[in-house]
């Protein structure tokens, strides 16, 4: 068992990239996320690695384009004004197939907002985020030893699929520390043919373009991208159960919200509610199936966010309209307290025919 050392959630992810073989970042400092470029800005060149920190979050995220098309596992991390910066080069590396982990640190906004934690950039990272048809690989990590834990998976995930990968935390779990074992396995290694490494024994040098001026091309592109994703849908849906064998009434929490909404179901359940908790950790391809199956035996549904409510469409999509789903939520940098979140709970209950 590895030997656990007190981090923040930052650096956490920091050294758990280069615990995955990472040994390119690219980035630009905003709170509440600086902490990873500062981390990575010492250890890079002691293990040989490279840290640059470029001039724009527009030039960062085309520097991991280039070195992802040269085979190498690389990372940049962002908040959220800055992730929409990079909107247009995350679409290229989807466009193009290539693997790359992007963390998002979520902050309140729009606009430039403040530096408190938030959820609101939930429909830009699971719906894409820039422009065409796409979707990232999206994880949601709760604990410090999570974001630890996940960037592996992220930059596993993200050669297996060949599909960008992003980390999406929210201030609260990136700037708050924990104990954390890192992740003593060693790296799993992809084969990466379609890499720029030269023509070596090839008849032929490799292209990487995500330019295709012929619709037919084009349209076939995103038809074979689409089955990819079917297959990631079908395989890499990941969410942790809480109390809910029994429950009648459904929380849906993610990030530091789960971990409010965990104490608020504990509460509940003391004054005889039947109350369970889903937390998904991918948020996409998002949890549906358990949610579907939720919707068999529960009443209702409650979504608790850090936002204006957007993880509960998906919510309703998954359990396909067939119970009443509620919006417990907070904004601008606001958690919900576990107060309110039980307050949400005695009132779907009451609503929905009290204790049977």
């Given at each position: 068992?590895?030997?656990?050392?007190?981090?923040?959630?930052?650096?956490?992810?920091?050294?758990?990239?280069?615990?995955?073989?990472?040994?390119?970042?690219?980035?630009?400092?905003i709170?509440?996320?600086?902490?990873?470029?500062?981390?990575?800005?010492?250890?890079?060149?002691?293990?040989?690695?490279?840290?640059?920190?470029?001039?724009?979050?527009?030039?960062?995220?085309?520097?991991?384009?280039?070195?992802?098309?040269?085979?190498?596992?690389?990372?940049?991390?962002?908040?959220?004004?800055?992730?929409?910066?990079?909107?247009?080069?995350?679409?290229?590396?989807?466009?193009?197939?290539?693997?790359?982990?992007?963390?998002?640190?979520?902050?309140?906004?729009?606009?430039?907002?403040?530096?408190?934690?938030?959820?609101?950039?939930?429909?830009?990272?699971?719906?894409?985020?820039?422009?065409?048809?796409?979707?990232l690989?999206?994880?949601?990590?709760?604990?410090?030893?999570?974001?630890?834990?996940?960037?592996?998976?992220?930059?596993?995930?993200?050669?297996?699929?060949?599909?960008?990968?992003?980390?999406?935390?929210?201030?609260?779990?990136?700037?708050?520390?924990?104990?954390?074992?890192m992740?003593?396995?060693?790296?799993?290694?992809?084969e990466?043919?379609?890499?720029?490494?030269?023509?070596?024994?090839?008849?032929?040098?490799?292209?990487?373009?995500?330019?295709?001026?012929?619709?037919?091309?084009?349209?076939?592109?995103?038809?074979?991208?689409?089955?990819?994703?079917?297959?990631?849908?079908?395989?890499?849906?990941?969410?942790?159960?809480?109390?809910?064998?029994?429950?009648?009434?459904?929380?849906?929490?993610?990030?530091?919200?789960?971990?409010?909404?965990?104490?608020a179901?504990?509460?509940?359940?003391?004054?005889?509610?039947?109350?369970?908790?889903?937390?998904?950790?991918?948020?996409?391809?998002?949890?549906?199936?358990?949610?579907?199956?939720?919707?068999?035996?529960?009443?209702?549904?409650?979504?608790v966010?850090?936002?204006?409510?957007?993880?509960?469409?998906?919510?309703?999509?998954?359990?396909?309209?067939?119970?009443?789903?509620?919006?417990?939520?907070?904004?601008?940098?606001?958690?919900p307290?576990?107060?309110?979140?039980?307050?949400?709970?005695?009132?779907?209950?009451?609503?929905?025919?009290?204790?049977r």
């Amino acid at each position: 068992m590895a030997e656990k050392v007190l981090m923040k959630g930052n650096e956490a992810i920091a050294e758990a990239a280069i615990k995955a073989g990472c040994r390119h970042y690219f980035g630009y400092p905003i709170t509440p996320q600086t902490e990873i470029a500062a981390y990575m800005a010492k250890r890079m060149p002691k293990i040989g690695g490279c840290f640059l920190q470029a001039e724009s979050e527009i030039a960062a995220i085309n520097m991991i384009y280039g070195c992802s098309a040269a085979g190498k596992r690389c990372m940049t991390s962002s908040s959220s004004p800055g992730i929409s910066l990079k909107g247009e080069g995350i679409s290229y590396l989807a466009g193009s197939d290539l693997p790359a982990v992007i963390v998002n640190v979520q902050r309140g906004g729009p606009g430039l907002g403040g530096i408190q934690p938030s959820q609101s950039d939930y429909f830009q990272a699971t719906r894409g985020g820039g422009h065409g048809d796409y979707h990232l690989i999206v994880l949601a990590p709760a604990t410090v030893q999570e974001m630890a834990d996940m960037t592996g998976l992220a930059f596993d995930l993200s050669d297996k699929y060949r599909i960008p990968a992003m980390i999406l935390a929210d201030g609260t779990i990136g700037q708050m520390m924990e104990p954390v074992a890192m992740p003593e396995t060693e790296p799993t290694q992809y084969e990466k043919p379609y890499a720029l490494t030269g023509k070596g024994n090839r008849d032929h040098h490799n292209v990487i373009t995500s330019l295709s001026l012929a619709p037919e091309e084009l349209e076939q592109w995103n038809v074979s991208r689409y089955e990819r994703y079917a297959v990631v849908e079908a395989n890499e849906a990941r969410c942790e159960e809480f109390m809910m064998e029994d429950a009648e009434i459904c929380v849906v929490a993610f990030g530091i919200a789960s971990r409010v909404s965990r104490n608020a179901v504990r509460a509940a359940r003391e004054k005889g509610i039947k109350v369970g908790m889903i937390r998904p950790i991918t948020l996409w391809p998002f949890p549906k199936e358990a949610l579907n199956k939720a919707a068999d035996k529960c009443k209702a549904f409650i979504s608790v966010e850090l936002s204006m409510g957007q993880m509960i469409e998906d919510v309703k999509l998954s359990t396909e309209c067939r119970r009443p789903v509620s919006l417990c939520s907070r904004a601008g940098g606001m958690i919900p307290s576990p107060e309110e979140v039980l307050a949400a709970i005695e009132a779907a209950n009451e609503q929905n025919g009290g204790n049977r």
